[in-house]
């Protein structure tokens, strides 16, 4: 028997659903009790946040935290291997992490002696970042067991299903850069 939505009482159906099913249950039952909501962007939100968590999990389970460091530390590291050397703001705005926590994650890298902090020639008071050779070094030898675990995520789905959402999330992600009602780091 269903539950009332202010009762304390655990609802079996959506307990026994899991992290991932409990989707398909809170779109049922967000839709009885509002049936005016749009089920399809509930669901691509709702189905798109629970997967990239659960990659994400599974990426920091299996692969950084047994190298050693967090997922926001391997997107910063990462970031500074693609893109280089960096100033803090930049750095934020391509991981997705605020000012502070760039700083404060290049603190610790840098004792762990993978990020390098010099002082930024045209402003004493920032610092520029980037990977030191041993960062450079880490990150390449645990990004190929990183790429491997995207590879099995990846042949969950056929070659062209895997194309299809691809270009998707493409489409997404592009389309949302044009939009200004869009709230983004920056």
Do not use: C
């Not at 028997?1 to 009482?9: K, L």
């Not at 039952?29 to 962007?41: C, G, H, M, V």
């Not at 997404?172 to 709230?183: F, G, K, M």
């Amino acid at each position: 028997m269903p539950s009332s939505p202010d009762s304390a009482v655990p609802d079996d159906d959506a307990v026994a659903a899991g992290f991932l099913g409990f989707a398909e249950v809170a779109l049922d039952r967000t839709e009885a009790r509002l049936p005016n909501i749009d089920r399809d962007a509930m669901a691509m939100v709702l189905l798109l946040h629970r997967v990239a968590s659960t990659i994400v999990y599974d990426l920091e389970s299996r692969v950084h935290r047994p190298a050693g460091w967090s997922w926001s530390a391997f997107r910063l590291l990462f970031a500074l291997w693609v893109a280089g050397a960096l100033d803090p703001s930049r750095a934020a705005e391509l991981t997705g992490m605020s000012r502070a926590a760039v700083s404060s994650l290049a603190k610790t890298l840098g004792a762990a002696r993978l990020v390098e902090r010099t002082p930024d020639p045209h402003d004493r008071r920032s610092v520029t970042l980037s990977l030191s050779a041993e960062g450079v070094r880490r990150l390449e030898a645990t990004f190929e067991t990183h790429n491997r675990r995207e590879a099995e995520w990846a042949a969950l789905l056929t070659t062209e299903e895997l194309a299809v959402l691809n270009r998707v999330l493409t489409r997404l992600v592009t389309a949302a850069q044009d939009e200004d009602w869009i709230s983004r780091r920056s």
